[in-house]
Protein backbone atom coordinates (compact mmCIF):
# COMPACT_ATOMS: atom_id res chain seq x y z
CA UNK A 1 0.00 0.00 0.00
CA UNK A 2 3.11 2.09 0.75
CA UNK A 3 4.27 1.83 -2.47
CA UNK A 4 1.20 2.49 -4.56
CA UNK A 5 1.08 5.26 -2.41
CA UNK A 6 4.88 6.75 -3.26
CA UNK A 7 4.14 5.37 -6.98
CA UNK A 8 1.10 7.91 -7.44
CA UNK A 9 3.20 10.77 -5.97
CA UNK A 10 6.51 10.61 -7.71
CA UNK A 11 4.24 9.96 -10.88
CA UNK A 12 2.10 12.68 -10.30
CA UNK A 13 5.34 13.99 -11.85
CA UNK A 14 5.27 12.36 -15.26
CA UNK A 15 1.58 13.91 -15.80
CA UNK A 16 2.41 17.39 -14.76
CA UNK A 17 5.62 17.41 -16.71
CA UNK A 18 3.23 16.44 -19.77
CA UNK A 19 0.78 19.59 -19.30
CA UNK A 20 3.66 22.65 -17.97
CA UNK A 21 5.38 24.01 -20.47
CA UNK A 22 8.62 25.23 -19.06
CA UNK A 23 11.52 27.86 -20.89
CA UNK A 24 14.67 24.94 -19.64
CA UNK A 25 15.40 22.37 -21.92
CA UNK A 26 12.16 20.26 -22.05
CA UNK A 27 11.91 16.42 -20.55
CA UNK A 28 9.83 14.37 -22.94
CA UNK A 29 7.17 12.11 -21.39
CA UNK A 30 9.17 9.11 -22.13
CA UNK A 31 11.90 10.97 -20.15
CA UNK A 32 9.87 12.42 -16.97
CA UNK A 33 8.49 9.47 -16.48
CA UNK A 34 11.40 7.35 -16.59
CA UNK A 35 13.01 9.64 -13.44
CA UNK A 36 9.69 9.26 -11.52
CA UNK A 37 10.15 5.29 -11.92
CA UNK A 38 13.71 5.24 -10.75
CA UNK A 39 13.10 7.09 -7.52
CA UNK A 40 10.44 4.73 -7.05
CA UNK A 41 12.85 1.33 -7.50
CA UNK A 42 15.11 2.66 -5.20
CA UNK A 43 12.19 3.71 -2.29
CA UNK A 44 12.00 0.18 -2.29
CA UNK A 45 15.12 -0.97 -2.06
CA UNK A 46 15.84 1.85 0.83
CA UNK A 47 12.90 0.82 2.63
CA UNK A 48 10.22 3.40 1.66
CA UNK A 49 12.53 6.24 0.74
CA UNK A 50 14.27 5.84 4.49
CA UNK A 51 18.23 5.93 4.83
CA UNK A 52 20.27 3.07 4.36
CA UNK A 53 21.38 1.50 7.97
CA UNK A 54 25.06 1.16 6.60
CA UNK A 55 27.65 2.12 3.72
CA UNK A 56 27.55 -1.07 2.51
CA UNK A 57 23.72 -0.77 1.66
CA UNK A 58 24.16 1.47 -1.41
CA UNK A 59 25.39 0.73 -4.70
CA UNK A 60 28.04 3.14 -4.73
CA UNK A 61 31.35 1.41 -5.11
CA UNK A 62 34.02 2.79 -2.70
CA UNK A 63 38.13 2.54 -3.03
CA UNK A 64 38.88 5.78 -2.02
CA UNK A 65 40.36 7.12 1.02
CA UNK A 66 38.83 9.57 2.84
CA UNK A 67 39.81 12.21 5.60
CA UNK A 68 37.54 11.38 7.63
CA UNK A 69 33.99 9.33 7.75
CA UNK A 70 31.90 11.98 7.32
CA UNK A 71 33.43 12.37 4.01
CA UNK A 72 33.26 9.53 2.96
CA UNK A 73 29.46 9.63 3.51
CA UNK A 74 29.13 12.45 1.97
CA UNK A 75 30.76 11.16 -1.09
CA UNK A 76 28.58 8.08 -1.19
CA UNK A 77 25.12 10.57 -1.18
CA UNK A 78 27.03 13.27 -3.80
CA UNK A 79 27.87 10.28 -5.58
CA UNK A 80 24.54 8.95 -5.00
CA UNK A 81 22.79 12.43 -6.12
CA UNK A 82 25.01 12.35 -9.45
CA UNK A 83 23.47 8.50 -10.40
CA UNK A 84 20.06 10.09 -10.32
CA UNK A 85 20.94 12.77 -12.62
CA UNK A 86 18.84 12.54 -15.82
CA UNK A 87 20.39 15.69 -17.83
CA UNK A 88 22.89 18.25 -16.76
CA UNK A 89 23.48 20.20 -19.80
CA UNK A 90 25.53 22.64 -18.39
CA UNK A 91 27.89 20.00 -16.74
CA UNK A 92 27.63 21.30 -13.12
CA UNK A 93 28.87 17.64 -11.43
CA UNK A 94 31.28 17.10 -14.39
CA UNK A 95 34.52 17.36 -11.99
CA UNK A 96 32.54 15.26 -9.16
CA UNK A 97 34.93 12.71 -9.26
CA UNK A 98 37.14 11.55 -6.60
CA UNK A 99 37.67 11.71 -3.04
CA UNK A 100 38.00 15.76 -2.51
CA UNK A 101 33.97 16.13 -2.38
CA UNK A 102 35.03 19.31 -0.98
CA UNK A 103 36.36 20.33 -4.65
CA UNK A 104 32.63 19.68 -6.14
CA UNK A 105 31.18 21.83 -8.22
CA UNK A 106 28.06 23.54 -5.77
CA UNK A 107 29.70 21.30 -2.57
CA UNK A 108 30.95 23.69 -0.23
CA UNK A 109 32.83 22.48 3.40
CA UNK A 110 33.68 23.77 7.01
CA UNK A 111 34.86 22.60 9.50
CA UNK A 112 32.53 19.98 11.47
CA UNK A 113 31.01 21.78 15.11
CA UNK A 114 31.26 19.30 17.21
CA UNK A 115 35.10 18.04 16.10
CA UNK A 116 37.19 20.61 14.62
CA UNK A 117 39.57 18.37 13.63
CA UNK A 118 37.22 17.29 10.86
CA UNK A 119 36.30 19.22 7.52
CA UNK A 120 32.66 17.93 6.62
CA UNK A 121 30.03 19.01 4.08
CA UNK A 122 28.00 22.01 5.31
CA UNK A 123 26.18 23.18 2.33
CA UNK A 124 24.94 22.38 -1.56
CA UNK A 125 24.31 24.83 -3.97
CA UNK A 126 22.97 24.06 -7.24
CA UNK A 127 20.71 26.17 -8.42
CA UNK A 128 20.03 27.75 -12.16
CA UNK A 129 22.32 24.55 -13.16
CA UNK A 130 19.27 23.34 -15.37
CA UNK A 131 19.56 19.46 -13.84
CA UNK A 132 16.91 16.89 -14.61
CA UNK A 133 16.85 14.42 -11.88
CA UNK A 134 15.18 13.05 -8.51
CA UNK A 135 16.49 13.18 -4.85
CA UNK A 136 18.24 9.62 -3.90
CA UNK A 137 17.44 8.60 -0.29
CA UNK A 138 21.19 8.63 0.31
CA UNK A 139 21.07 12.74 0.24
CA UNK A 140 20.09 11.39 4.38
CA UNK A 141 24.37 10.79 4.95
CA UNK A 142 24.46 14.56 4.74
CA UNK A 143 23.88 15.06 8.28
CA UNK A 144 26.69 18.29 8.59
CA UNK A 145 24.56 19.78 5.86
CA UNK A 146 23.34 23.54 6.35
CA UNK A 147 22.12 24.62 3.25
CA UNK A 148 20.84 23.06 0.24
CA UNK A 149 19.67 25.33 -2.70
CA UNK A 150 18.76 23.74 -5.82
CA UNK A 151 16.18 26.27 -6.91
CA UNK A 152 15.81 26.59 -10.60
CA UNK A 153 16.23 23.23 -11.73
CA UNK A 154 14.15 20.18 -12.95
CA UNK A 155 13.90 17.89 -10.25
CA UNK A 156 11.16 15.83 -10.22
CA UNK A 157 9.23 13.23 -7.69
CA UNK A 158 9.18 13.56 -3.93
CA UNK A 159 11.32 14.73 -0.94
CA UNK A 160 12.87 11.24 0.14
CA UNK A 161 12.03 10.98 3.99
CA UNK A 162 15.61 9.94 4.72
CA UNK A 163 16.40 14.01 4.70
CA UNK A 164 14.64 14.15 8.05
CA UNK A 165 18.59 13.29 9.17
CA UNK A 166 19.67 16.08 8.40
CA UNK A 167 18.94 18.20 11.62
CA UNK A 168 21.41 20.87 11.18
CA UNK A 169 19.50 22.35 7.85
CA UNK A 170 19.34 26.14 7.97
CA UNK A 171 18.02 27.00 4.68
CA UNK A 172 16.11 24.91 2.83
CA UNK A 173 15.47 26.20 -1.12
CA UNK A 174 13.99 24.01 -3.72
CA UNK A 175 11.78 26.67 -5.40
CA UNK A 176 11.16 26.20 -9.22
CA UNK A 177 11.27 22.32 -9.80
CA UNK A 178 8.89 20.08 -10.34
CA UNK A 179 8.53 18.48 -7.05
CA UNK A 180 4.70 16.79 -6.49
CA UNK A 181 3.21 15.47 -3.00
CA UNK A 182 2.24 16.96 0.22
CA UNK A 183 3.51 19.44 2.14
CA UNK A 184 7.45 18.10 2.38
CA UNK A 185 7.22 16.70 6.31
CA UNK A 186 10.65 16.69 6.72
CA UNK A 187 10.97 20.75 7.06
CA UNK A 188 8.73 19.91 10.20
CA UNK A 189 11.75 17.55 12.07
CA UNK A 190 14.60 20.45 11.56
CA UNK A 191 14.97 21.69 14.60
CA UNK A 192 17.40 24.74 13.13
CA UNK A 193 15.38 25.61 9.66
CA UNK A 194 15.14 29.53 9.19
CA UNK A 195 14.21 29.83 5.58
CA UNK A 196 12.10 27.62 3.30
CA UNK A 197 11.51 28.39 0.14
CA UNK A 198 9.15 25.92 -2.05
CA UNK A 199 7.98 28.88 -4.33
CA UNK A 200 6.85 26.91 -8.17
CA UNK A 201 6.15 23.55 -7.54
CA UNK A 202 3.41 21.53 -7.20
CA UNK A 203 2.93 20.54 -3.59
CA UNK A 204 -0.99 20.16 -3.02
CA UNK A 205 -3.15 19.56 -0.33
CA UNK A 206 -2.97 21.03 3.43
CA UNK A 207 -0.60 23.16 5.41
CA UNK A 208 0.62 21.44 8.84
CA UNK A 209 -0.30 23.45 11.26
CA UNK A 210 2.76 23.09 12.70
CA UNK A 211 4.61 24.78 10.42
CA UNK A 212 3.72 28.14 11.93
CA UNK A 213 4.96 27.05 15.19
CA UNK A 214 8.66 26.57 13.71
CA UNK A 215 10.93 29.71 14.61
CA UNK A 216 11.34 30.27 10.59
CA UNK A 217 12.38 33.88 9.43
CA UNK A 218 10.90 33.37 5.85
CA UNK A 219 8.28 31.30 4.34
CA UNK A 220 7.68 30.94 0.74
CA UNK A 221 4.55 28.74 -0.34
CA UNK A 222 3.43 30.45 -3.48
CA UNK A 223 2.81 29.18 -6.95
CA UNK A 224 1.99 25.58 -5.68
CA UNK A 225 -1.34 23.52 -5.41
CA UNK A 226 -2.31 24.04 -1.63
CA UNK A 227 -6.11 23.41 -1.00
CA UNK A 228 -7.04 23.95 2.59
CA UNK A 229 -7.58 26.54 5.17
CA UNK A 230 -4.70 28.66 6.32
CA UNK A 231 -4.22 27.49 10.25
CA UNK A 232 -5.02 29.05 13.20
CA UNK A 233 -1.48 28.68 14.53
CA UNK A 234 -0.24 31.22 12.17
CA UNK A 235 -0.54 33.97 14.99
CA UNK A 236 2.24 31.31 16.33
CA UNK A 237 4.56 32.38 13.29
CA UNK A 238 8.11 34.87 13.89
CA UNK A 239 8.05 34.88 10.58
CA UNK A 240 8.53 38.42 9.28
CA UNK A 241 7.63 37.26 5.33
CA UNK A 242 5.31 34.91 4.20
CA UNK A 243 3.74 34.35 0.99
CA UNK A 244 0.18 32.31 -0.12
CA UNK A 245 -0.38 33.73 -2.74
CA UNK A 246 -1.20 31.91 -6.03
CA UNK A 247 -3.02 28.76 -4.89
CA UNK A 248 -6.44 27.25 -3.66
CA UNK A 249 -6.20 28.39 0.14
CA UNK A 250 -10.08 28.90 1.09
CA UNK A 251 -12.27 30.12 4.56
CA UNK A 252 -11.20 33.01 6.58
CA UNK A 253 -8.05 34.85 7.37
CA UNK A 254 -7.55 33.40 10.53
CA UNK A 255 -7.87 36.02 13.52
CA UNK A 256 -4.58 34.99 15.38
CA UNK A 257 -2.93 36.91 12.45
CA UNK A 258 -2.86 39.69 14.40
CA UNK A 259 -0.21 37.97 16.90
CA UNK A 260 2.34 38.05 14.08
CA UNK A 261 4.64 40.67 16.19
CA UNK A 262 7.36 39.73 13.70
CA UNK A 263 5.47 40.29 10.03
CA UNK A 264 6.38 42.40 7.77
CA UNK A 265 5.34 41.72 4.44
CA UNK A 266 2.56 39.06 3.99
CA UNK A 267 0.79 37.89 0.87
CA UNK A 268 -2.72 36.15 0.14
CA UNK A 269 -3.03 37.18 -3.62
CA UNK A 270 -4.78 34.72 -5.87
CA UNK A 271 -6.57 32.30 -3.57
CA UNK A 272 -10.32 31.35 -2.85
CA UNK A 273 -9.94 33.28 0.57
CA UNK A 274 -13.36 35.24 1.70
CA UNK A 275 -15.56 36.41 4.07
CA UNK A 276 -15.03 40.12 5.72
CA UNK A 277 -11.49 41.08 6.64
CA UNK A 278 -10.96 40.12 10.54
CA UNK A 279 -10.53 43.04 12.74
CA UNK A 280 -7.15 42.02 14.11
CA UNK A 281 -5.15 43.03 10.86
CA UNK A 282 -4.72 46.56 12.50
CA UNK A 283 -2.64 44.82 15.13
CA UNK A 284 -0.30 44.17 12.33
CA UNK A 285 1.66 47.41 13.66
CA UNK A 286 4.90 46.84 11.52
CA UNK A 287 3.76 45.12 8.56
CA UNK A 288 4.82 47.03 5.11
CA UNK A 289 2.86 44.53 2.61
CA UNK A 290 -0.43 43.56 2.74
CA UNK A 291 -1.78 42.04 -0.22
CA UNK A 292 -5.47 40.16 -0.62
CA UNK A 293 -6.27 41.01 -4.23
CA UNK A 294 -8.03 38.53 -5.86
CA UNK A 295 -9.91 36.73 -3.65
CA UNK A 296 -13.28 37.19 -2.69
CA UNK A 297 -13.30 38.97 0.53
CA UNK A 298 -16.76 41.12 0.84
CA UNK A 299 -18.84 43.63 3.32
CA UNK A 300 -16.57 47.23 4.34
CA UNK A 301 -13.40 47.49 5.43
CA UNK A 302 -12.31 47.20 8.67
CA UNK A 303 -11.57 50.40 10.88
CA UNK A 304 -8.90 49.19 12.34
CA UNK A 305 -6.28 49.68 9.28
CA UNK A 306 -5.91 52.78 10.06
CA UNK A 307 -3.89 51.17 13.22
CA UNK A 308 -1.13 50.09 10.23
CA UNK A 309 1.18 52.76 10.86
CA UNK A 310 3.64 51.31 8.88
CA UNK A 311 2.31 49.97 5.71
CA UNK A 312 3.60 50.71 2.28
CA UNK A 313 2.19 48.84 0.19
CA UNK A 314 -1.90 47.75 1.09
CA UNK A 315 -3.47 45.59 -2.20
CA UNK A 316 -7.33 44.97 -2.19
CA UNK A 317 -8.09 44.81 -5.93
CA UNK A 318 -10.43 42.45 -7.36
CA UNK A 319 -12.30 41.43 -4.38
CA UNK A 320 -16.15 42.22 -3.86
CA UNK A 321 -15.53 45.01 -0.66
CA UNK A 322 -18.54 47.47 -0.33
CA UNK A 323 -18.97 50.37 1.65
CA UNK A 324 -16.58 53.38 2.01
CA UNK A 325 -13.33 53.79 2.05
CA UNK A 326 -12.31 56.08 5.06
CA UNK A 327 -10.08 59.37 4.90
CA UNK A 328 -7.65 57.65 7.83
CA UNK A 329 -7.16 54.41 5.64
CA UNK A 330 -5.64 56.74 2.58
CA UNK A 331 -3.77 58.87 5.03
CA UNK A 332 -1.65 56.38 6.57
CA UNK A 333 1.57 57.89 6.93
CA UNK A 334 3.58 55.54 5.02
CA UNK A 335 1.41 54.62 2.57
CA UNK A 336 3.01 54.32 -1.16
CA UNK A 337 0.59 52.38 -3.10
CA UNK A 338 -2.95 51.77 -2.66
CA UNK A 339 -4.53 49.58 -5.19
CA UNK A 340 -8.72 49.40 -4.58
CA UNK A 341 -9.55 48.83 -7.82
CA UNK A 342 -12.63 45.57 -9.33
CA UNK A 343 -13.99 45.89 -5.97
CA UNK A 344 -17.78 47.67 -5.10
CA UNK A 345 -17.21 50.30 -3.05
CA UNK A 346 -19.65 53.49 -3.50
CA UNK A 347 -17.84 55.96 -1.50
CA UNK A 348 -14.11 57.36 -0.86
CA UNK A 349 -13.04 59.78 0.85
CA UNK A 350 -11.07 62.90 -1.04
CA UNK A 351 -7.72 61.43 0.51
CA UNK A 352 -8.31 58.43 -1.45
CA UNK A 353 -8.94 59.56 -4.73
CA UNK A 354 -6.83 58.68 -7.84
CA UNK A 355 -7.07 62.44 -8.86
CA UNK A 356 -6.62 64.15 -6.02
CA UNK A 357 -3.27 62.34 -5.03
CA UNK A 358 -0.55 63.22 -6.24
CA UNK A 359 2.25 61.49 -3.34
CA UNK A 360 1.11 57.70 -4.01
CA UNK A 361 -0.10 55.78 -6.63
CA UNK A 362 -3.93 55.03 -5.74
CA UNK A 363 -5.52 52.77 -8.40
CA UNK A 364 -9.87 53.19 -7.60
CA UNK A 365 -10.81 52.09 -10.71
CA UNK A 366 -13.80 49.50 -11.67
CA UNK A 367 -15.58 50.65 -8.74
CA UNK A 368 -19.03 52.03 -8.57
CA UNK A 369 -18.11 55.23 -7.59
CA UNK A 370 -21.03 57.91 -8.74
CA UNK A 371 -19.70 60.42 -10.86
CA UNK A 372 -16.92 58.72 -11.85
CA UNK A 373 -14.99 57.47 -15.15
CA UNK A 374 -13.66 54.14 -15.19
CA UNK A 375 -16.63 52.34 -12.83
CA UNK A 376 -18.77 49.12 -13.29
CA UNK A 377 -21.76 49.88 -14.88
CA UNK A 378 -24.80 50.34 -12.30
CA UNK A 379 -26.29 47.06 -13.70
CA UNK A 380 -23.02 45.27 -12.07
CA UNK A 381 -23.18 47.34 -9.24
CA UNK A 382 -27.18 46.89 -8.04
CA UNK A 383 -26.84 43.80 -7.14
CA UNK A 384 -23.98 43.67 -4.69
CA UNK A 385 -24.53 46.81 -3.49
CA UNK A 386 -27.99 46.54 -2.57
CA UNK A 387 -27.63 43.66 -0.30
CA UNK A 388 -24.12 44.91 0.91
CA UNK A 389 -23.07 41.88 3.54
CA UNK A 390 -22.81 42.86 7.76
CA UNK A 391 -19.36 42.26 8.76
CA UNK A 392 -20.79 42.38 12.31
CA UNK A 393 -22.53 39.44 11.61
CA UNK A 394 -20.26 37.48 9.92
CA UNK A 395 -18.03 34.88 11.24
CA UNK A 396 -14.37 35.77 9.59
CA UNK A 397 -14.76 39.37 11.11
CA UNK A 398 -16.24 37.78 14.69
CA UNK A 399 -19.53 37.97 14.05
CA UNK A 400 -21.89 34.83 13.82
CA UNK A 401 -22.35 33.70 10.62
CA UNK A 402 -20.64 30.58 9.45
CA UNK A 403 -17.06 30.73 7.49
CA UNK A 404 -17.65 30.84 4.25
CA UNK A 405 -16.38 27.50 2.16
CA UNK A 406 -13.91 28.50 -0.78
CA UNK A 407 -14.95 31.69 -2.39
CA UNK A 408 -15.77 33.03 -5.33
CA UNK A 409 -13.45 35.36 -6.55
CA UNK A 410 -14.69 38.77 -7.53
CA UNK A 411 -14.90 38.94 -11.14
CA UNK A 412 -13.29 41.62 -13.31
CA UNK A 413 -15.31 43.67 -14.93
CA UNK A 414 -14.97 43.97 -18.44
CA UNK A 415 -17.43 46.91 -19.20
CA UNK A 416 -16.72 50.14 -17.64
CA UNK A 417 -20.06 52.49 -17.77
CA UNK A 418 -18.16 55.14 -19.46
CA UNK A 419 -14.62 53.61 -20.90
CA UNK A 420 -12.25 56.15 -20.76
CA UNK A 421 -8.32 55.99 -19.85
CA UNK A 422 -7.30 55.75 -16.31
CA UNK A 423 -6.15 59.09 -15.21
CA UNK A 424 -2.59 60.33 -16.20
CA UNK A 425 -2.33 61.97 -12.67
CA UNK A 426 -1.70 58.27 -11.29
CA UNK A 427 1.28 57.08 -10.60
CA UNK A 428 2.62 54.23 -12.38
CA UNK A 429 4.63 52.78 -9.68
CA UNK A 430 3.67 50.24 -6.94
CA UNK A 431 6.02 49.38 -4.02
CA UNK A 432 9.06 47.54 -4.18
CA UNK A 433 8.94 44.93 -1.72
CA UNK A 434 12.16 43.92 -1.08
CA UNK A 435 14.48 46.56 -0.69
CA UNK A 436 17.92 46.42 0.83
CA UNK A 437 19.78 49.04 1.92
CA UNK A 438 17.58 51.31 4.39
CA UNK A 439 17.08 49.32 7.31
CA UNK A 440 19.76 48.94 9.94
CA UNK A 441 20.67 44.88 9.62
CA UNK A 442 21.48 43.16 12.73
CA UNK A 443 24.92 43.23 14.01
CA UNK A 444 27.30 40.53 12.37
CA UNK A 445 27.77 37.08 14.21
CA UNK A 446 31.11 36.96 15.66
CA UNK A 447 34.24 35.56 13.24
CA UNK A 448 35.24 32.04 13.10
CA UNK A 449 38.66 30.44 12.51
CA UNK A 450 37.25 28.16 9.28
CA UNK A 451 38.73 29.31 5.79
CA UNK A 452 36.32 31.80 4.03
CA UNK A 453 33.26 30.67 1.98
CA UNK A 454 32.73 30.08 -1.68
CA UNK A 455 31.09 33.14 -4.00
CA UNK A 456 28.19 32.41 -4.64
CA UNK A 457 26.40 32.35 -8.09
CA UNK A 458 24.08 34.84 -8.87
CA UNK A 459 21.45 33.25 -11.11
CA UNK A 460 18.19 35.03 -12.40
CA UNK A 461 15.00 35.21 -11.24
CA UNK A 462 12.89 31.37 -12.00
CA UNK A 463 10.80 31.04 -14.65
CA UNK A 464 7.38 32.06 -15.24
CA UNK A 465 4.59 29.43 -15.27
CA UNK A 466 2.29 29.93 -18.22
CA UNK A 467 -1.41 31.81 -17.33
CA UNK A 468 -0.02 31.82 -13.50
CA UNK A 469 -0.60 35.18 -11.95
CA UNK A 470 1.27 37.25 -10.80
CA UNK A 471 1.08 36.74 -6.83
CA UNK A 472 3.30 39.80 -5.50
CA UNK A 473 1.61 42.96 -7.65
CA UNK A 474 1.56 46.02 -5.06
CA UNK A 475 0.80 48.54 -7.86
CA UNK A 476 -1.77 49.35 -10.24
CA UNK A 477 -4.06 46.07 -10.02
CA UNK A 478 -6.10 45.50 -13.33
CA UNK A 479 -8.80 42.92 -12.68
CA UNK A 480 -5.70 39.95 -13.17
CA UNK A 481 -3.09 40.82 -11.81
CA UNK A 482 -1.85 39.52 -8.73
CA UNK A 483 0.92 41.60 -6.34
CA UNK A 484 4.47 42.06 -6.69
CA UNK A 485 7.07 39.56 -5.26
CA UNK A 486 8.07 39.66 -1.54
CA UNK A 487 11.22 38.83 -0.04
CA UNK A 488 12.85 37.46 2.67
CA UNK A 489 14.81 39.09 5.45
CA UNK A 490 18.13 37.80 7.26
CA UNK A 491 17.89 35.27 9.92
CA UNK A 492 18.41 36.46 13.28
CA UNK A 493 22.08 37.27 14.86
CA UNK A 494 23.29 33.80 15.82
CA UNK A 495 23.57 32.83 19.97
CA UNK A 496 26.22 31.94 21.72
CA UNK A 497 24.70 28.71 23.24
CA UNK A 498 25.56 25.09 22.20
CA UNK A 499 27.01 24.28 18.65
CA UNK A 500 24.61 26.28 16.06
CA UNK A 501 24.48 24.64 11.93
CA UNK A 502 26.99 25.34 10.12
CA UNK A 503 27.76 28.40 7.89
CA UNK A 504 25.70 28.57 4.95
CA UNK A 505 26.59 29.53 1.94
CA UNK A 506 24.38 32.00 -0.37
CA UNK A 507 22.70 30.66 -3.28
CA UNK A 508 22.05 32.84 -6.30
CA UNK A 509 18.52 33.56 -7.42
CA UNK A 510 16.68 31.26 -9.49
CA UNK A 511 16.42 32.23 -12.97
CA UNK A 512 14.34 34.60 -15.12
CA UNK A 513 11.07 33.89 -16.30
CA UNK A 514 8.32 36.37 -17.75
CA UNK A 515 7.40 36.94 -13.98
CA UNK A 516 8.25 37.64 -10.32
CA UNK A 517 10.61 40.30 -9.74
CA UNK A 518 12.83 37.63 -7.64
CA UNK A 519 14.35 38.98 -4.45
CA UNK A 520 17.51 38.96 -4.07
CA UNK A 521 18.11 36.65 -0.82
CA UNK A 522 20.36 38.15 1.71
CA UNK A 523 24.12 37.62 0.96
CA UNK A 524 25.84 37.56 4.20
CA UNK A 525 29.40 36.76 2.81
CA UNK A 526 31.66 35.37 -0.20
CA UNK A 527 31.51 31.93 -0.78
CA UNK A 528 34.97 30.42 -2.18
CA UNK A 529 34.91 26.76 -3.49
CA UNK A 530 36.22 24.75 -0.63
CA UNK A 531 35.76 25.41 3.08
CA UNK A 532 33.14 27.79 4.55
CA UNK A 533 32.70 30.73 6.73
CA UNK A 534 29.85 32.63 7.96
CA UNK A 535 30.23 36.36 6.90
CA UNK A 536 28.63 39.08 8.57
CA UNK A 537 25.52 40.45 6.64
CA UNK A 538 25.92 43.11 4.46
CA UNK A 539 25.97 46.72 5.76
CA UNK A 540 23.11 49.36 5.69
CA UNK A 541 23.49 52.34 3.89
CA UNK A 542 23.29 54.55 6.78
CA UNK A 543 26.06 53.74 9.62
CA UNK A 544 26.55 49.89 9.93
CA UNK A 545 26.74 48.64 13.95
CA UNK A 546 30.25 47.25 14.16
CA UNK A 547 30.58 43.87 14.28
CA UNK A 548 31.26 42.18 17.54
CA UNK A 549 34.63 40.65 18.94
CA UNK A 550 35.59 37.64 17.54
CA UNK A 551 34.89 34.85 19.84
CA UNK A 552 36.67 31.61 20.23
CA UNK A 553 33.68 29.48 20.91
CA UNK A 554 32.12 26.98 18.27
CA UNK A 555 31.16 28.33 15.31
CA UNK A 556 27.54 30.54 15.44
CA UNK A 557 24.64 29.54 13.39
CA UNK A 558 25.29 30.61 10.00
CA UNK A 559 23.20 33.89 8.89
CA UNK A 560 21.31 32.70 5.89
CA UNK A 561 21.32 33.13 2.48
CA UNK A 562 18.06 33.97 0.96
CA UNK A 563 17.49 32.77 -2.35
CA UNK A 564 15.98 35.21 -4.60
CA UNK A 565 12.05 34.62 -5.16
CA UNK A 566 10.76 33.44 -8.02
CA UNK A 567 9.94 35.11 -11.65
CA UNK A 568 9.98 38.13 -13.13
CA UNK A 569 6.19 38.86 -14.17
CA UNK A 570 5.12 42.13 -15.84
CA UNK A 571 4.76 44.42 -12.53
CA UNK A 572 4.99 48.41 -12.22
CA UNK A 573 7.98 50.28 -11.28
CA UNK A 574 7.87 50.69 -7.70
CA UNK A 575 8.33 53.75 -5.59
CA UNK A 576 10.75 53.95 -2.73
CA UNK A 577 8.90 52.04 0.13
CA UNK A 578 11.27 53.08 2.96
CA UNK A 579 10.91 56.29 4.40
CA UNK A 580 13.05 57.21 7.49
CA UNK A 581 10.05 59.20 9.04
CA UNK A 582 8.02 55.68 8.56
CA UNK A 583 10.19 52.69 9.27
CA UNK A 584 12.10 51.70 12.49
CA UNK A 585 12.57 47.90 11.73
CA UNK A 586 12.81 45.50 14.74
CA UNK A 587 12.66 41.96 13.23
CA UNK A 588 15.44 39.64 12.22
CA UNK A 589 15.65 40.55 8.69
CA UNK A 590 15.88 43.67 7.60
CA UNK A 591 13.41 43.24 4.42
CA UNK A 592 14.12 43.52 0.48
CA UNK A 593 11.82 45.34 -1.76
CA UNK A 594 12.66 45.21 -5.15
CA UNK A 595 10.96 44.71 -8.36
CA UNK A 596 13.51 45.69 -11.07
CA UNK A 597 13.36 42.91 -13.62
CA UNK A 598 16.16 40.18 -13.75
CA UNK A 599 17.60 39.13 -16.55
CA UNK A 600 18.22 35.19 -17.47
Not at 543 to 567: A, C, K, L, R, V
Request: a neutral charge; one cysteine or more; hydrophobic letters at 30%.
Amino acid sequence: MENHKLCIQALGCFFLLSIIPTLSIALTDREAASIARRQLLTFGKHHHGLIPNHDVDTDIDIKLTFGNRRLKKAYIALQALKKAIYSDPLDTTANWVGAKVCEYNGVFCALALDNSNDTVVAGIDLNHADIAGYLPVEMGFLTDMALFHINSNRFCGIIPKSMESLELMHEFDISNNRFVGGFPSVVISWPNVKYVDLRYNNFEGALPPEIFQKELDALFLNDNRFESGIPETIGHSTVSVVTFANNKFNGCIPHSIGKMKNLNEIVFANNELGGCLPSEIGSLVDATVFDASSNGFVGSLPTTLSGMKKVESLVLANNKFTGYVAEDVCRLPCLENLAISSNYFTGEAKGCSSGERKDIAVDDGSNCLAGRENQKASSVCSPVTSKPVDCRKDKCAGGGLASPSPSTKSPPSKTPQSPSKPSATTPNRPPNPFRTGERTPHAPPPPVKSPPPPPPMHSPPPPNRPNSPNPFRTGELTPHAPPPPVKSPPPPPPMHSPPPPPPPMHSPPPPNRPSLNSPNPFRTGELTTGELTPHAPPPPVKSPPPPPPPMHSPPPPPPPMHSPPPPNRPSLNSPNPFRTVCITTTTNFPRLLSATKASV
